[in-house]
Structures are given as structure tokens and as C-alpha cells.
């Protein structure tokens, strides 16, 4: 299908599944109990996932074929949200011109910074993109205020002439985004018994480019142009013998990956009409290297399942607090109750960073190929133990497990 | 001229401080060959050993003082350290005050635990791994400590002040017949970085020791191969590379409050301040931390503003920029070093 | 005038003349073997022919155009094919991979952004490569990681690599350095069969002598930087200087 073959087939239509009816996925609590409070199918947490979702998909693009780590891609985000409130402030409130402008000026800043940053490899270009990623973020603050508005950030407002549209609504405030008319807030709201599922026009404008980002990248795998990506990452030396310039090659998955995060960018702006400095900062860019490797690097789904899990495991690690915990320990007796609780403690609420900190060092040590490859390896030892299973009791029937 | 002078100073103050933490960042790469991405934590560690010994030195019992009363009329509950009721009030008071310099005897057996801790558990295992890697998982690391950190410690920057001899300012000038009023405490972070890299470099020069480490961060194989365990010694150089970041945050404290992410904001400068350097080089790390320090003052003049608006906030990437691109070795790196 | 020309090259590092008054002609469809003592400037001669160095002096002319000043992968698009000590391949890719990425760069240049058709819908490359990999004897191997072959096959692998490139000239760099005899003369083997079949010029560059006697037409002897002679392997055998050159090494 779309050119596919089976699996990857197979994997788009899953994604696909995960991201249209994530409404329902992320909402498994009735909205009375308890645990509602750990339901994510918010419109905002929702958009969040698939927006990461994107900036991963891109980032592994270069990162996952070529091996060049860049610390730098925050960079293209904040200047692809950037563009999007421009957009919204001096043409019109249409999510379509602003997306697309973002893209274009992210890829063309990628670039610039690829074209330098990709004359040295290894740690050098990791530096590089430290640096540059770095300096546009003191700029931002500093001198570019005019176009940026420094620390406050970009944002709306009643003066701003939006030439094809209109400056402020018939009641006086600041129109919202929208797609030719479907505001991008709007939300259809579906009670089914105890449940309370929330559609957002945003989250599905969101989910839908994520899906066509999705395909994209899975073209761009299985291309030609990928193979080469990887034949980059596995020996540059080889490459130039065999008579390919790999420069061009890794400057296009460069740009190609600039252009995601300024989509990711251009998306966050259009669900909030709002861009600030802290998006480009370099601990923002650490943000997608922990969710692409702890996905799984150079694998399809990995980069979409890291996004999901960090930004899920986020919202419901900050919510749980010492009551939840020892609501949920109570069957404990009194003394190791608290023991317990005490010991869980740092690692929720405010302390999720460091419940990461540690999963991503678990990630990197022990498992590589992340959850994708942990995926896998479950998968291999369930299926050693079944034939082994299958060995002894052969004859016999399998019941369904 | 007055003005030159004291952007020098300056210069010179806040290259102490990058110089510090790059020469760190240098020996554990070019003895360990590992890029760490952590050795910000380890100079945010170092600050909050202050942090701990002031806290420790301020533990207080209450008494209730029938003298004195409060406005209520009440008797006033008094908070004693016990470092005063041990000391009396006069050396218990300094002690107190003179917090900050004395953590450094607190902060050296802490930061060569962390180091050696640090080396032995995690960063051994990932020699052989690509550099990547190392960035990686030296990158969750620096995570980890610095949650750690935050969970302890709180989010917000704790007041460390410097003793109150120390704190005042000095006029460096009055000698020449000029006027250089500067802060006393940065003086003392000059010359305690002077110290510092002194030390280490007559350390490596001067001692057997310091000898083998400095022939196996030229050749490792033909080192090991003379019998030399040249590990263990790498091993207690990473514990003396994270005290000398350790020591470089205690010393730093009175002229930032620390908080938990000083390490991360600091981590990024390190690095350019090594790759101008030159990957490797422990002369050029001190070198590019100095020079990177005087030109970041310079670009902060008005003048200099005027003329390019913004550019005090990436001079030094600007520089680093050129460097990497127009000689990949950095000032005084040696070639080949990382070069793919 | 043979297809690679080599005029007075010279290299020097610092101190020391690596290279000084090299000439050297290769003569189409012959196999030439340059050989000389370990020092002899053989692997920075080679160097400069395929772009990884530039000499000081002289002029590097393959089939009538200089190669100098030229990057590696333009070199090798010129028609200049290079096989190295220690088989450098795509160790992460399958063996088919391998063996269709310089079909690509036969085909598309040295850049291409086909980013979007799917690699399985490339007939053409696909065949290629499917017959280069019969014709080199590891058809089997396919769908193999390359990185987990033998040294021998990871030989083959980088010879079949070269050939579908269609070079003109096939460099190899001691391709038989640390191999079994075994493997050794079926090296020798595959490279004679190629030389018989195919319209191609090979130069090699080798320690072992029995390997360059059986397979070079040509001979020239490197020492010290510049070539001692230039000969018919029967005459090089019997050289006098030759065998200074190298017992001159072993003493």
C-alpha cells in the first residue's frame, strides 16, 4: 500500500490507529474515578505528543541514518515558531501559510548551519551545533528582540494588521488560529456512559501531518537516498572511494531534519499563537536526543514511541503526589507503607527528570536499540520459549494465551 | 585606559573559571579519551559542597533566652550554631563566615570520591564505546545529578557568601596611580585558579607520576605495553580532574548563587572553551579559557556594543565557529586528535 | 602513453622526502605491480593517485587528465577504482546493500537525492548487483551484515564492489596483507580471472612476492622514494639492484 511493503505497511497503519483514536487510548478512565487524573487525552497533551512526535521523526532522520548527533535542533524549532506567529500577526490568522513558512525558514537556516556544521564530523559537529544552537538562543534574547520580543516572547496582539484578516474579532480580542475557518480550539466533546472523550480540530490537523511526516520518513528510509544515509554512517572512507561526495548527502538529511522540527515549530505555534527564546535553548535539543534514543535510533517507530512515552510518562509521573502513592500502597502495612512511598518519592512529581535521567542511561548502556529493541528482544525470548514449549509438548494443541 | 584594564581583569576572572573547568574536561579526555558530558555536574557538585558545609557549619540549637524579650514580651528563643557554643562565639563566628574557603579541605576527599565512584562505575565501560556514546550517557548523567541536586537542594539559588574580609572591593590601580576598583573575592578566584593550574601542571611535570600519565595520554598502547598499569592512573586523574572542577564551583559560589542547573549553563562554554583549545591539550584549554574570558569582557564594552550591537552574547561561539572550521585542532592542539 | 601517467611527483613531510622524481607509466589492460621495501613511499604514492594526497611537485595524468586537486570521489568517478589494505566496506549494511551503492554511483553520480522511490523498485541496480555478487561467488550471502563475513569474503566483497563501478583502473593496496595462503591464491585467482575477462587496468601495489609474480606483466621497484627500475618480471628477478634494495631491508 502507498508504495509500501507489508511491514512498513503495517507499522504506518498502527501509528495510524494510536494517533486517530488516541482520544479513546489516552482517556481509558472514566471520568468520575480516581485515576481520571491520569487520563492524557487532553487536547493540549494530546497535541504535544505528535507535535514531539514529528521533531523526533525528523531528528532521526539524521541522526538514526547518519550517526551525526546534532545538539542543536531545538534551533529550527523556536525559529519555525517564530515564523508561525509572524505569520499570524501580519497576514492572517490561516494555520496553512504559517505552517508552510516555518518549514521554509527552518530548512533555509538548516542550511546555513548544516553547510558549516557539516565540515567536521564526530564530537566537532556535535559542538558546532552546541554552539550555533546556543548563539541564536542569546540572540534571540538579546538583540533580535525586535523579531523575537526577547524574554516576554512573540505574541499576539490587538495592533497587529493581519492583512488578510482581521486585526481583532467583532468583540474585541484576538482571533484565533484556524484551518479556512475550523478553529483550531474547537473541540467536539463525545460522553459515552462514565467516559467523556474530547476531538480536537487541532490535535487531528496535528495527527494528520504527523501521519504524512510519518510516511515521509518511511519513504526516505527505504530510498535510495537512505541507503546512502546509512552507507554514511557506516563508512564515510568507503563512500568517497566509491565515488559518492557524502557532504551533499548528510547537508540534505540535515535540512530535511531542520525542516520536521520547524514543522514541529509551526505546529506548536498554531495550537498557541506564542514562541519564546527557551525553545532554542540546548537542553530543549537534549530533549529530542533522549526521545529518539530512548525510542530506539535508526529504527522507523522508534523516534514516535520515544515522544509518546517521555511526554506521557511527563504528564502522569508530575501528577501522582504522596497521597496517590499511598493510596495505592495502603494494602502495605503501616510502617513499610511509608517506607515505600518514601522510596518512590523522589522519583515522581517534580522528580520525573530524574526517573528519565535514569531510564535514558538504562537506555543507553544496556539496551542500545531502545524500546524498539527491547520490544524485540521480549518478542525473541517469548517466541525461544514457545518453540521450546512447542518442542516438548509436541502433539499438542497451544491453548490461547 | 582604566577601562582596558579592568575588562582585562575581567577577562582574566572569568577565564579563571573556564580555564578551571576546561582542564578538567581536558585531562579526562586526553587521558581517558571520553567525552564528558557530565563534567558540568561535577563543577555544580562542587559548588553545592559549599552549599553543605555552611548548612552544616549553621546546624543550631535553640535556647530560650529569659534576657531578652521579644516585642510580645515574650523570651526570645535564640539560635546558637554549635560551632559556637564549641568554639566560642569569636572563632565559631569566622569559622562560620569563612565557610566557603574552608570547604575546599570539605570538597576535596568529596570530589575524588564522586570522581573515582563516577569512573569506576559508569564511564570504564564505555571506552571502548563511540563517542556518541559517551555523550550520551555522560549526558543522562549530568541529568541525574543534577535532579539529585534539585531534590536536595530546591530549585531556587542559595546566598554563599564570601567571608566578610574577603568581601568587599580593592583598588588594583593605587599602586601605577590609577583607579581599578575591582572585588576582592574575584582577585582571590584569579590567583586560586593560578594555584590551581599551577599545581596540576607541575604535578604532571614534576612527579613520576604525573610522568607516566602525561606518556600514556601520548601513547597509551606503548605505556601499557611497558608494564605500566596506566588505568589505575587514569582512574585517581579523573578523580583529581573532577576535584579541580569541584574546587573551581566551591570557589565560585560567592559570585553566583549556585543552583542546580549552573553545571549545564556552564557545560556548553567548557566545550568551546576545549575545542578552541585544541581536543586534548591541557595548555591550550587554559590558554583558550583565559583568552575566551578577556574577549567576552572586551565585547561587553559599550564601545564595542555600539559597534555591533549583540555581540558580547556570541563572541566566544563566533570564535569557536571560526576555530573549528579554519583549524580543526584548536590553538594548540596536537593534529590528529579526533580529526575522523 | 599508458592510461596513468605519473611526471616527477615529489612529497615531502617535514624532515622527510617521502617521495622524490617518481615516474611511472601504466600501460592499458596491463596488470603493474609497484613493490619496494617497507618505507619505499608505495602507500603515499598511491595516496596521491587517488586524491588523498596532493604531491608537491610533478603531474598525476589519468587517461589524459590530471587527477590533482581533485577529491577522492571525483578521482574515482574519473574511473579510478582503489582496493584497500584492510577491506573497507559498508560493515552495518547486507552484502547486496553493499554491492548496490556503487551500482547507484555508477548510475547516478556522485550525488543523487532519490529520496522517495523505494530502493526494492530499482530493477536495474538490483540486477546488477545481483549478478555482480554470482559472479564473485556469494550470491548465499546476500542478505548477510557485511561486518559479519570473513576477511577472505570481505575481500571478494570490495573487488566486486570496485568492478561494478566499471573502472578503467583498479588500484589495490597489498590486497593480500594478513590473509591464509588459502585465501591468498584465490585472491590471486579472481584477480587474474578479472584481468583475462575484463577490459580493465589493474596496479598493485604488494610486499608479497609470490603474489606479484604470478600475476604482474609489469613491475615497478619503489626504494627510498623513487623508483629504482622498471621492468618485465623475468628481468626484474634477476636484478641486481633489486635485490639490494632488498636485502639492503633485511640486513
Redesign the interface.
Known amino acids: 500500500m502507498f508504495g509500501l511493503d507489508k511491514k512498513d505497511t503495517s507499522k504506518l497503519i498502527i501509528v495510524a490507529c494510536l494517533a486517530l483514536l488516541a482520544p479513546f487510548i489516552l482517556n481509558p478512565f472514566p471520568t468520575d474515578s480516581a485515576l481520571a487524573q491520569f487520563n492524557a487525552g487532553y487536547p493540549d497533551l494530546m497535541q504535544r505528543f505528535v507535535i514531539f512526535g514529528i521533531f523526533a521523526i525528523g531528528f532521526n532522520i539524521l541522526f538514526g541514518l547518519t550517526?551525526y548527533?546534532s545538539f542543536g535542533h531545538a534551533a529550527f524549532l523556536g525559529v519555525g515558531s517564530y515564523s508561525a506567529v509572524w505569520m499570524f500577526k501580519l497576514i492572517g490568522m490561516n494555520v496553512i501559510p504559517a505552517i508552510v513558512l516555518s518549514v521554509i525558514v527552518a530548512g533555509l537556516f538548516a542550511l546555513l548551519i548544516g553547510f558549516?556544521s557539516l565540515?567536521?564530523?564526530?564530537?566537532?559537529f556535535?559542538?558546532?551545533t552546541?554552539?550555533?544552537a546556543?548563539?541564536s538562543f542569546?540572540?534571540a534574547?538579546?538583540?533580535?528582540t525586535p523579531i523575537t520580543n526577547g524574554e516576554t516572547g512573540l505574541q499576539l496582539t490587538l495592533e497587529d494588521p493581519r492583512i488578510l484578516g482581521v486585526s481583532a474579532t467583532a468583540d474585541g480580542s484576538i482571533p484565533v488560529t484556524n484551518l479556512f475557518g475550523l478553529e483550531m480550539r474547537s473541540t467536539f466533546e463525545m460522553a459515552v456512559g462514565p467516559w467523556a472523550f474530547q476531538f480536537n480540530a487541532g490535535y487531528y490537523l496535528c495527527a494528520l501531518i504527523m501521519l504524512a511526516a510519518f510516511y515521509l520518513s518511511i519513504r526516505i528510509f527505504r530510498s535510495p537516498f537512505g541507503m546512502m544515509l546509512r552507507a554514511v554512517k557506516s563508512n564515510?572512507q568507503r563512500m568517497n572511494y566509491t565515488g559518492l561526495n557524502t557532504r551533499p548527502y548528510t547537508l540534505a538529511a540535515f535540512v530535511i531534519s531542520g525542516m520536521y522540527a520547524g514543522l514541529a515549530g509551526g505546529l506548536m505555534a498554531s495550537m498557541d499563537p506564542l514562541a519564546g527564546a527557551e525553545r532554542m535553548q540546548?537542553?530543549a535539543s537534549?530533549e529530542v536526543?533522549l526521545m529518539t534514543?530512548l525510542g530506539g535510533a535508526g529504527t522507523l517507530i522508534g523516534p514516535v514511541l520515544g515522544a509518546g512515552f517521555i511526554k506521557y510518562f511527563e504528564n502522569i509521573f508530575s501528577k501522582i503526589n504522596d497521597n496517590v502513592l499511598h493510596t495505592w500502597f495502603s494494602f502495605l502495612p503501616d510502617g513499610m507503607e511509608d517506607a515505600v512511598v518514601f522510596i518512590i518519592h523522589?522519583f515522581i512529581g517534580?522528580?520525573w527528570?530524574?526517573t528519565?535521567?535514569?531510564l535514558?542511561?538504562l537506555v543507553?548502556?544496556f539496551l542500545?536499540g531502545g524500546l524498539v529493541e527491547g520490544g524485540q528482544r521480549i518478542k525473541g525470548w517469548l517466541s525461544r520459549r514457545k518453540s521450546k514449549d512447542g518442542g516438548k509438548a509436541a502433539g499438542e494443541t497451544n491453548p490461547a494465551e | 585606559m582604566d577601562a582596558i584594564l579592568l575588562q582585562i581583569l575581567n577577562g582574566l576572572d572569568k577565564g579563571s573559571a573556564y580555564a578551571l573547568i576546561a582542564l578538567g574536561l581536558t585531562l579526562i579526555f586526553g587521558t581517558l579519551g571520553v567525552?564528558n558530558f557530565a563534567h558540568g555536574a561535577l563543577f555544580m557538585i562542587g559548588a553545592f559542597c559549599a552549599v553543605t558545609l555552611q548548612r552544616i557549619l549553621n546546624l543550631s540549637f535553640e535556647l530560650v533566652d529569659e534576657t531578652q524579650k521579644d516585642f510580645l514580651g515574650n523570651p526570645l528563643k535564640v539560635k546558637t550554631p554549635y560551632v559556637e557554643a564549641w568554639f566560642g562565639p569569636d572563632i565559631g563566628g569566622s569559622i562560620i563566615d569563612w565557610a566557603v574557603p574552608l570547604a575546599i579541605l570539605f570538597a576535596i576527599p568529596i570530589m575524588i570520591g564522586v570522581g573515582y565512584v563516577m569512573e569506576r562505575g559508569?564511564i570504564k565501560?564505555f571506552y571502548k564505546r563511540p563517542?556518541?556514546?559517551q555523550?550520551?550517557?555522560t549526558?543522562?548523567?549530568?541529568?541525574?545529578l543534577q535532579?539529585?541536586v534539585?531534590?536536595f537542594y530546591g530549585a531556587n539559588p542559595i546566598q554563599t557568601p564570601a567571608p566578610d574580609a574577603l568581601n568587599g572591593v580593592v583598588n588594583l590601580g593605587a599602586a601605577i596611580g590609577m583607579d581599578i576598583v575591582y572585588p576582592v573575592w574575584r582577585v582571590v578566584y584569579f590567583f586560586f585558579a593560578v594555584l590551581i593550574i599551577g599545581g596540576i601542571f607541575s604535578f604532571l611535570q614534576f612527579t613520576t607520576f604525573g610522568m607516566v600519565v602525561r606518556a600514556g595520554m601520548a601513547d597509551r598502547e606503548t605505556v601499557g605495553l611497558l608494564g605500566i598499569n596506566i588505568d589505575r592512573r587514569f582512574t585517581i586523574m579523573f578523580g583529581i580532574a573532577a576535584a579541580v572542577a569541584g574546587l573551581a564551583g566551591v570557589m565560585y559560589t560567592p559570585i553566583n548563587s549556585p543552583n542546580y542547573h549552573m553545571g549545564?549553563d556552564f557545560l556548553?562554554l567548557s566545550?568551546?572553551v576545549v575545542?578552541v583549545g585544541g581536543?586534548g591539550s591541557l595548555p591550550g584549554a587554559v590558554l583558550a579559557g583565559f583568552l575566551l574570558g578577556v574577549l567576552e569582557s572586551f565585547a561587553s564594552m559599550n564601545e564595542v556594543k555600539s559597534l555591533l550591537?549583540?555581540i558580547d552574547?556570541?563572541i566566544i561561539?563566533?570564535v569557536?565557529?571560526i576555530i573549528?572550521?579554519t583549524r580543526?585542532r584548536g590553538l594548540m592542539g596536537r593534529k590528529g586528535v579526533?580529526e575522523? | 602513453m599508458g592510461i596513468l601517467e605519473v611526471k616527477d611527483v615529489g612529497k615531502r613531510f617535514g624532515g622527510l622526502q617521502a617521495l622524490s622524481n617518481v615516474n611511472l607509466s601504466v600501460q592499458e589492460n596491463s596488470v603493474h605491480a609497484i613493490i619496494g621495501p617497507n618505507g619505499a613511499g608505495k602507500s603515499t604514492l598511491l595516496n596521491c593517485l587517488v586524491g588523498k594526497l596532493i604531491p608537491d611537485t610533478g603531474s598525476v595524468m589519468f587517461d589524459g587528465q590530471s587527477v590533482l586537486g581533485r577529491a577522492p570521489y571525483e578521482i574515482n568517478q574519473m574511473g579510478i577504482s582503489r582496493v584497500f589494505q584492510t577491506p573497507e566496506i559498508f560493515g552495518d549494511l547486507t552484502v547486496l546493500e553493499n554491492m548496490m551503492i556503487p551500482c547507484f554511483a555508477k548510475r547516478d553520480g556522485a550525488f543523487e537525492l532519490n529520496a522517495l522511490s523505494s530502493v526494492l523498485r530499482q530493477n536495474d541496480i538490483l540486477q546488477k548487483a545481483e549478478h555482480m555478487l554470482e559472479e564473485m561467488n556469494m550470491a548465499d550471502k546476500r542478505h548477510m551484515h557485511a561486518a559479519a563475513m570473513s576477511r577472505g569474503d570481505k575481500r571478494r566483497l570490495e573487488i566486486g564492489m570496485c568492478l561494478s563501478q566499471e573502472p578503467r583502473l583498479l588500484l589495490l593496496d597489498e590486497p593480500t596483507a594478513g590473509m591464509a595462503r588459502a585465501d591468498t591464491n584465490n585472491t590471486i585467482d579472481l584477480l587474474k580471472q578479472i584481468s583475462d575477462e575484463r577490459d580493465i587496468t589493474i596496479a598493485i601495489i604488494e610486499h608479497d612476492m609470490h603474489v606479484v609474480f604470478s600475476l604482474a606483466n609489469r613491475i615497478t621497484v619503489l626504494a627510498q622514494g623513487t623508483p629504482l627500475v622498471e621492468d618485465d618480471p623475468q628481468n626484474i628477478r634477476g636484478n641486481p639492484k633489486v635485490r639490494e634494495a632488498y636485502l639492503g631491508e633485511s640486513a
Open positions: 550517526g548527533l558549516v565540515r567536521r564530523s564526530g564530537i566537532y556535535s559542538i558546532l552546541l554552539a550555533f546556543q548563539m542569546n540572540l534574547y538579546s538583540v533580535l564515510q540546548w537542553t537534549g536526543v534514543i523522589p517534580k522528580g527528570h530524574l528519565l535521567g535514569i535514558f542511561m543507553v548502556i542500545p | 567525552v559508569l565501560h563517542h556518541a556514546d555523550i550520551l550517557v549526558f543522562g548523567l549530568a541529568i541525574v535532579e539529585v534539585k531534590y549545564m556548553v566545550f568551546v575545542v581536543m550591537p549583540g552574547q556570541i561561539y563566533v569557536a565557529i573549528l572550521l580543526p579526533m575522523e
